[in-house]
């Protein structure tokens, strides 16, 4: 299994509180990738990066910031929860290897957030 | 806009019998095409993927047939075994290395 954890891997918290959610990789990727996944949803892509302070917005990125200043580290934070972003998050990490037709994700073990 | 889609929530199959998973898409510059599988309380994992060049990809009892012309990619798992329960996700890139979109998510129930 590829070298990922979350923090926490449970979080319950109020409305209008700021949480930060960290993803750590021991793989020396490059990319790195928050999703959220909700039922009826599938997966959605929040914000990706593809290297140290490179980052980019995705599919469901408004409410959500990321911060990447060292490889092996992508924090997610929500300014101020809302009900609406409680969902199990999942960090996906990959490498782009030269001539590989493609370069599958590799996914954590998800945090379960709770915003009452 | 759901650009891609697996129109089956769930999924159901007898121990020893073909499981078949269908994904459609709609974007016509998805060139990759990968499947994973998901357990409860665990983070997807890669199954078995798909270039738009072929149209057969098979490892072991997992085989992915690809139809571009229909915009239509599915999952044949022979034979299905109990383990083979989870929620099965087709995923999509424009290219090698791009950004995944992903289905739905379809829950295959192997019953012994």
């Known amino acids: 299994d590829a070298g990922i954890t979350q923090s926490p891997r449970h979080k319950v918290t109020e409305t209008g509180t700021p949480v930060t959610l960290r993803c750590h990789q021991t793989?020396?990727?490059?990319?790195m990738y928050w999703y959220r996944q909700d039922p009826g949803h599938g997966l959605r892509l929040i914000h990706y990066s593809y290297g140290v302070k490179d980052t980019d917005k995705g599919e469901v990125s408004d409410g959500y910031s990321v911060s990447r200043s060292k490889t092996e580290d992508f924090l997610l934070t929500l300014e101020s929860a809302t009900s609406s972003q409680t969902s199990v998050y999942f960090c996906?990490?990959?490498?782009?290897?030269?001539?590989?037709?493609?370069?599958?994700?590799?996914f954590g073990p998800g945090t379960r957030l709770t915003v009452l | 806009d759901q650009q891609v889609k697996q129109n089956s929530p769930s999924l159901s199959v007898q121990e020893g019998r073909i499981s078949i998973l269908n994904c459609d898409y709609t974007?016509?510059?998805?060139?990759?095409f990968l499947w994973y599988k998901k357990y409860p309380a665990e983070g997807p994992t890669f199954l078995i993927s798909?270039?738009?060049?072929?149209d057969k990809n098979e490892d072991g009892r997992f085989t992915v047939f690809l139809n571009k012309s229909a915009k239509h990619l599915s999952l044949h798992i022979v034979p299905s075994q109990p383990g083979d329960s989870a929620v099965y996700f087709c995923?999509?890139?424009?290219?090698?290395?791009?950004?995944?979109?992903f289905g739905t998510g379809t829950r295959l129930a192997v019953r012994p």
């Open positions: 974007n016509s510059m998805f060139d990759y």
């Open positions: 996906a990490i990959s490498e782009p290897v030269a001539r590989v037709s493609y370069n599958e994700q590799f």
């Open positions: 793989e020396n990727h490059r990319y």
């Open positions: 798909i270039s738009s060049i072929k």
């Open positions: 995923a999509a890139s424009k290219s090698s290395g791009d950004k995944l979109t």
